[in-house]
């Protein structure tokens, strides 16, 4: 998820559709879906929609849209510059949030042509973002609104439990560090018993903190400015 100054471009009519900016907060639910599902997809992102010069609109399940308002909102609280989010609008399949759409360019693209002063300065201020999120701390791990966790990281079929407690981690985490086939583990769970072992342990955890889990150069926007804008904010 990204993080601005917000875009300074105006106008009120930027699309052949006819969607006007100024009216984003009037439009009944089903004529603002019908401008977004009509506005041209983002070129990198097949889930972002182009509404106008000054705004974008993510689309999503209503549960990770959720989620990832209460995480910019979260980060935007802890000084974190990120995109507002101006509206949300849903239908029974899908959420869709309008933001404020940011200029600038994706890391990835300029990287080759920075110097190093500049190289330095980004890494600095990356490393400011990251200590200002670990600043969020929870008792649970998960997303922040639904406490389901998405980390990728952790992704199995029977992953952790929405809101997971340290100790529902570090069963989880033990589990598998100490796994060594399917057949040994149906076996345990026959006896009525958990998979445990010592080969690994992990370390106790105390807490949780903020995380963003994809702070890869194409998820990074560049403004005019040099100041470096997180593209997606997720937790």
């Known amino acids: 998820m990204s993080m601005p100054s917000h875009s300074a471009m105006t106008g009120t009519e930027d699309t052949d559709s006819g ?10 639910d089903a004529e603002l879906i019908q401008y977004i599902i009509s506005s041209p997809k983002s070129p990198s992102s097949y889930d972002v929609h182009l509404l106008s010069s000054k705004y974008i609109a993510k689309t999503c399940s209503h549960a990770e849209a959720e989620d990832a308002i209460k995480a910019m909102e979260i980060a935007h609280n802890l000084g974190i510059r990120c995109p507002r989010v101006q509206r949300t609008v849903a239908n029974k399949l899908d959420a869709h949030y309008i933001m404020n759409r940011i200029e600038g360019t994706t890391l990835d693209t300029i990287w080759t042509k920075l110097s190093w002063f500049t190289t330095i300065k980004l890494a600095f201020q990356l490393w400011r973002f990251v200590r200002i999120l670990r600043s969020g701390t929870s008792s649970t791990a998960g997303s922040l609104a639904t406490g389901r966790c998405r980390s990728f990281y952790l ?3 029977f992953g952790v439990p929405a809101q997971a407690t340290a100790t529902d981690l570090g ?3 033990r589990f598998w560090g100490n796994f060594r086939g399917m057949r040994q583990a149906m076996q345990v769970a026959k006896q009525g018993q958990i998979l445990t072992g010592d080969e690994y342990i992990p370390s106790t955890t105390g807490g949780f903190v903020l995380t963003h889990h994809d702070l890869a150069p194409r998820n990074l926007l560049l403004d005019s400015l040099g100041q470096q804008l997180w593209f997606w904010i997720g937790s």
């Open 19 to 28: 969607f006007r900016d100024d009216l984003l907060q009037s439009y009944p």
């Open 171 to 173: 069963e989880f985490m």
């Open 155 to 157: 992704d199995d079929k």
